[in-house]
């Protein structure tokens, strides 16, 4: 009973591939989702459109819980950006009078199209632009239109990947070319060499603390997935434990 809409490759982009989809759509609330990513329960639905049913808010989105075979920077960069944010342990709901800067704009306006909800008559005046950074652009233009967005920590939505250390590389260098069309003062802004320098001694303390914890366990491994497994605990308990992420 779905209605499959089919667009040429050549014609996709996320921008375009949402609007239509949500042009095409009638109901009061458009939920976009990514194709790879899964509904964490069978109340994911209900609980990520709640604050717009409640009124409380004009577009939500959720956390990420990354599935067995995600590959570890993917794990790491999922677990920062949420305590980067700010809604890691506790939900967020973002306004514009919190934003004093770029950079608390940023965090506010996270919206995250992998699983992300919207009045469908605000989406309709807004729409995304943009081949990249789509859904952070909607959130900033809605929060300056003083609409209201709320992250929410507890409601999960299964996504993650198994991807090349250059996919990595490759993207960063499209985010950051993204940003700049977002926040133009913000994206080109030096960086400061006390924060650069701080970064580098929490990794290394954190990294010499997993690797003392995954050598102190002494234990004799018949099979590389076993010594995996002990070393991803080690890793999830120190980086829950210790770490504060400084952006």
Same mark, same amino acid.
């Given at each position: 009973?779905?209605?499959?809409?089919?667009?040429?490759?050549?014609?996709f982009?996320?921008?375009? @591939?949402?609007n239509?989809g949500?042009?095409?759509?009638?109901?009061?609330?458009?939920v976009f989702?990514?194709q790879?990513?899964?509904?964490?329960?069978? #109340?994911? =639905? $209900?609980?990520?459109?709640?604050p717009?049913?409640? %009124?409380?808010a004009?577009?939500?989105?959720?956390?990420?819980?990354?599935?067995?075979?995600?590959?570890?920077?993917?794990?790491?960069?999922?677990?920062g950006?949420?305590k980067?944010v700010g809604f890691?342990?506790k939900d967020?709901? %973002?306004?514009?009078?919190?934003c004093?800067?770029s950079?608390?704009?940023?965090? &506010?306006?996270? =919206?995250?199209?992998?699983a992300c909800a919207?009045k469908?008559?605000?989406?309709?005046?807004?729409?995304h632009?943009?081949?990249?950074?789509?859904?952070l652009?909607l959130?900033?233009r809605?929060?300056?239109?003083h609409?209201?967005?709320?992250?929410?920590? $507890?409601?999960k939505?299964?996504h993650?990947?198994?991807?090349?250390?250059?996919?990595y590389? $490759?993207? @960063?260098?499209?985010?950051?070319?993204a940003?700049? &069309?977002?926040?133009?003062?913000f994206?080109?802004?030096?960086?400061?060499?006390? =924060?650069?320098?701080s970064?580098i001694?929490?990794? #290394?303390?954190?990294?010499?603390e997993? =690797?003392?914890?995954i050598? @102190?366990i &002494?234990?004799?491994?018949?099979?590389?997935?076993?010594?995996?497994a002990?070393a991803?605990?080690?890793f999830?308990?120190?980086?829950k434990?210790?770490w504060?992420?400084t952006?």
């Amino acid at each position: 009973g779905v209605n499959l809409i089919e667009i040429p490759n050549e014609k996709f982009s996320h921008s375009y @591939a949402r609007n239509l989809g949500a042009e095409m759509s009638n109901g009061r609330i458009v939920v976009f989702m990514t194709q790879d990513a899964m509904p964490s329960d069978e #109340y994911w =639905l $209900k609980s990520l459109i709640l604050p717009i049913q409640e %009124g409380e808010a004009s577009a939500v989105s959720c956390g990420e819980q990354c599935p067995e075979g995600t590959d570890l920077y993917y794990k790491i960069a999922s677990f920062g950006h949420a305590k980067y944010v700010g809604f890691y342990d506790k939900d967020l709901l %973002g306004t514009i009078e919190m934003c004093i800067d770029s950079e608390s704009l940023r965090k &506010n306006a996270s =919206l995250n199209d992998v699983a992300c909800a919207v009045k469908r008559n605000v989406f309709m005046r807004f729409r995304h632009r943009f081949d990249y950074a789509e859904d952070l652009d909607l959130g900033v233009r809605l929060l300056k239109a003083h609409h209201k967005i709320k992250l929410l920590s $507890k409601v999960k939505v299964i996504h993650g990947h198994d991807r090349a250390a250059d996919y990595y590389m $490759k993207r @960063a260098f499209v985010e950051n070319n993204a940003f700049l &069309n977002i926040f133009p003062n913000f994206a080109s802004a030096p960086e400061n060499n006390e =924060l650069v320098v701080s970064r580098i001694v929490s990794s #290394y303390c954190i990294m010499s603390e997993i =690797l003392s914890q995954i050598l @102190a366990i &002494n234990k004799k491994y018949t099979m590389v997935l076993e010594f995996v497994a002990d070393a991803s605990a080690v890793f999830e308990k120190v980086l829950k434990s210790c770490w504060v992420y400084t952006g």
